[in-house]
């Protein structure tokens, strides 16, 4: 199938670098988005995300004409749904006595319906955005049939989840595998031609739900073994050891491969998609809910280990370096660091937070420096929640020079191999009894 444009909704973290990706390879791509402030932003020629090449790409993209951004969808050959489904905040489920969170598809749902107008016989309608098991047949498919055409006759419908690391995107997009899952057979080879404009990994043929469950799949795994990674850390602190080291060690058998522990799990993916397990089979998904428990309790463990290091939290100063949910990239969604932010105020700490990618979130109730000379001016205590780049090239002597604290808690292992007590500071690290 010849696709000569393309409708993009949602131009995010994945909407936005594959509408580029696209558009550079001489398809006409509209990218929409409802939110005003990104559109005058892209029109503008800048970008609201941060990504390594994304703003080259993107500049080359709307000056050869290819790629325009507009709120609203229209006619195109191809759809593509790239918008956010994260959890209720404020809703949840219950099972057996266990709370659960649940997923909001509202996003999802208005995309689907906004290319209602649109949508003509032999287009092709693919679900991006993470969803629970069986989105695309039980409530994408009748949304788009109320066109009055017949899914999988008249029009096409796929699910192809994202695979990308955050700071890769651009080169992960075209050399990771795909996966495409079709309403039918026909509508997965339709989806496999789509991607094959751009993307030179394997692309991978198979139904809509089996798609959904293995991207699902992928975060889940992930999480479980931070899951254990966090309660070996805890278990480690309670018997003395540095789980660091154990770590280290136990890693060295051939068959062990155990992850870092750290202040929590956040982001887009792993904190948020094994919830849609639970929540549409939590009878079935235990070991899935305890894990997604133990993780997100993570920041209360960090908050222990600062009592530990300064005791009573009333009044104290604390620098808080790192908000964003992994190292070097400003993505603050979800995020644990954010978290322990909150948790540690609620003890009466006083804390001025630093996130070197986005100085200025803007996050209610943080206290956000725009220097890293800011926040540790009249610290107390300095908590390094994230191990980006910038952090990790501070020295003794450097940190020495530019705050009064000389209590440090390092919550991802990224202080170690220099002398901290020669300049005059306490180390203590998460997982570590010290």
């Not at 696209?22 to 995300?49: E, M, W, Y």
């Not at 006759?153 to 690391?165: H, K, T, W």
């Not at 080879?189 to 993307?199: E, S």
């Not at 400003?330 to 937070?353: C, K, N």
Request: include cysteine.
């Amino acid at each position: 199938m010849k696709f000569q444009k393309i409708c993009i909704l949602g131009l995010g973290y994945i909407g936005l670098p594959t509408a580029s990706m696209f558009a550079t390879r001489g398809v006409r791509v509209v990218g929409v988005d409802t939110n005003p402030s990104v559109v005058q932003t892209l029109k503008a020629g800048k970008l609201h995300i941060h990504e390594p090449g994304l703003g080259e790409v993107v500049e080359k993209a709307v000056k050869n004409g290819n790629l325009t951004v507009s709120p609203v969808p229209e006619p195109a050959d191809a759809f593509l749904i790239a918008v956010p489904t994260p959890f209720y905040e404020h809703e949840t489920g219950q099972y057996n006595g266990q709370t659960y969170k649940k997923a909001d598809m509202r996003a999802v749902i208005a995309a689907t319906e906004a290319i209602l107008p649109h949508l003509r016989p032999g287009n092709l309608v693919v679900l991006e955005s993470t969803s629970p098991p069986r989105t695309t047949v039980d409530l994408i498919v009748p949304i788009l049939e109320r066109s009055g055409l017949k899914a999988g006759i008249d029009f096409y419908v796929a699910y192809s989840p994202e695979r990308v690391l955050p700071g890769q995107i651009l080169r992960e997009l075209v050399e990771n595998a795909r996966v495409i899952g079709g309403l039918t057979p026909q509508s997965a080879q339709v989806g496999a031609d789509l991607y094959a404009i751009f993307v030179q990994g394997a692309i991978h043929q198979t139904d809509a739900t089996t798609a959904e469950m293995v991207k699902l799949m992928e975060n889940t795994y992930r999480d479980v073994n931070i899951a254990i990674a966090n309660e070996f850390s805890r278990l480690a602190e309670h018997f003395g050891v540095d789980v660091w080291e154990a770590i280290q060690l136990a890693s060295l058998h051939p068959r062990v491969k155990i992850l870092n522990p750290g202040p929590g799990v956040g982001g887009h993916c792993i904190s948020v998609d094994p919830w849609f397990f639970v929540e549409t089979a939590p009878a079935l998904a235990q070991l899935i809910l305890k894990a997604r428990q133990v993780n997100d309790a993570q920041p209360y463990e960090v908050v222990k280990k600062v009592k530990q290091a300064l005791g009573a939290l009333g009044g104290r100063k604390i620098a808080a370096l790192g908000l964003a949910y992994k190292p070097d990239v400003d993505d603050l969604r979800e995020s644990p660091a954010v978290e322990v932010v909150h948790l540690l105020q609620a003890e009466g700490a006083l804390v001025r937070a630093f996130e070197p990618f986005k100085p200025q979130a803007g996050l209610p109730g943080v206290d956000a420096a725009l220097t890293l000379e800011a926040a540790l001016a009249d610290a107390d205590a300095v908590l390094l929640l994230v191990g980006h780049s910038e952090f990790l090239r501070l020295s003794p002597e450097q940190l020495a020079a530019q705050t009064p604290a000389r209590v440090l808690v390092d919550c991802v292992n990224a202080l170690g191999g220099q002398d901290w007590t020669a300049a005059g500071f306490k180390l203590h690290r998460l997982g570590s009894s010290h």
